[in-house]
């Protein structure tokens, strides 16, 4: 029984209460999040103006990252709302992707030849400031069963796409009765080879790779690719790499995406460290994300000029395996554009 006794070691960063119970109990108000982190109340008053643009949400877990008195901590830059989140900057838009063009059926996103998104949750297990969706109409984007029916078809009938990409928000914050509903009516549809699941949830929540997920993730026919989103070597403690290692269990390829953030991730030790982590977690890195010019986010952004030579120095660090393809989303591309 030497297994249990490994198992029920989960570290210091463990949590009590299953994932939803985790995710209701999030820390959603600017000051809690201040004083749990010891934070002088000068911070308040940015958090404040923030918060109404874009509400604060992080769970405990993700708090426990998180180094208290320290405002510079990257993991908590990218959940403090600040005052700067107010500024309208030229260029800085609602809806850089100008995703509301291409919904040819409610919930469904079809831009790259050979897969699509299905919108599976509008919400997220946490709040990221920089968030490209922070103005996403997700009322209009959360269909019911009968709604997919229109997604559905549409799949049926194109024998061109080989690949289903869950996403959100985060498709991981539907339950599991709805997500295993989903996924079976998309194998049986015979010309989809993979399912892809976009997510940050095993990052934020950990405990969200249960049984119940595990169950259906393992049940398929079709090949899964999960890509995490992580952006900095201290988002991934060891409940996170004991959550990559169950995924993997299951037959899942693990992938990560990160956004190249202004004081989170912007230089080179950083991005290095990173990519080791990842490796270590079992995940390889896949994109490196330019900041979408998103209203609210300018102050995390990184120069294309910067960006270039920050991946040109890591490569003189890196095995090529480990790195991250330098990318942007180019409304009406039909691809990601390498940079
Ligand atoms: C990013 C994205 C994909 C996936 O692109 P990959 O290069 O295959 O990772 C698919 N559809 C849309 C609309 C996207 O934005
Ligand atoms: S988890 Fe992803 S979709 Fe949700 S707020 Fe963060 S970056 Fe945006």
Redesign the pocket.
Known sequence: MQENIIIADKGPASQTGTWQQQLSQAVRDPAVLCQRLGLSDKWLPGARTGHQLFEVCVPDAYVSRIAPGDPGDPLLRQVLPLANEALSLPGFVADP?E?AD?QPASGL????AG???LIASPACAINCRYCFRRHFPYSENSPSRAQWQEALDYLRADTSIH?A?L?GGDPLAANDRQLAWLVEQLEAIPHLKRL?I?TRLPVVIPDRVDDALLDWLSATRLQKVV?LHINHANEIDQSVADACDRLKQAGVTLLN?SVLLRDVNDDVTTLATLSERLFEAGILP??LHVLDPVQGAAHFDVSDEEARKLVASLRDLLPGFLMPRL?R?IPGKG??TPL
């Open positions: 992707l995703e291409h996103i079809h831009k790259y897969r699509v998104l690949e990409i996403s892809r976009h890509v995406q896949y994109y990318v989303e691809s990601k």
